[in-house]
């Protein structure tokens, strides 16, 4: 089976809203992305380059069809692009993607780089 790892920092994490697009995708584990800043942007977070900054999520590994049900879900191409990146942990610096916010950021950034089951809005 072909699969990607995929760096999810909102609401496809566990316990959120849409994590049933991972239901079936192996947990990988948690990670932090440097050097990039999450903000909250009203329902969901959004990510976007910034020096010095952390963001931190969690890694799955998904197939080639939860990916492009992902692509759909994240507006890839328009409201997110798939950004291949590094994520690193205590263990480990692993290659994964993110959704990456496209558009202007209308929202504050979230202090302490964690998306907080929806608690940050």
């Known amino acids: 089976m072909n699969s990607t790892k995929v760096f999810v920092y909102g609401t496809l994490m566990r316990g959120e809203r849409a994590h049933s697009y991972l239901s079936k995708a192996e947990f990988?584990?948690?990670?932090?992305l440097s050097d990039y800043a999450i903000y909250s942007l009203g329902l969901y977070p959004g990510i976007?380059?910034?020096k010095g900054s952390?963001?931190?999520g969690e890694v799955y590994a998904v197939d080639d069809r939860m990916l492009k049900e992902m692509d759909r879900y994240e507006g890839e191409g328009s409201l997110y692009y798939r950004t291949p990146l590094?994520?690193?942990?205590?263990?480990?610096?692993i290659d994964a993607v993110a959704y990456v916010y496209a558009q202007e950021i209308h929202g504050n950034e979230i202090a302490?780089?964690?998306w907080n089951h929806g608690g940050n809005r």
Do not use: I, L, S
């Open 86 to 93: 590094a994520v690193e942990n205590d263990r480990e610096r």
């Open 28 to 32: 990988v584990g948690e990670y932090r």
């Open 54 to 56: 952390v963001v931190y």
């Open 48 to 50: 976007r380059p910034k």
């Open 112 to 114: 302490g780089g964690r």
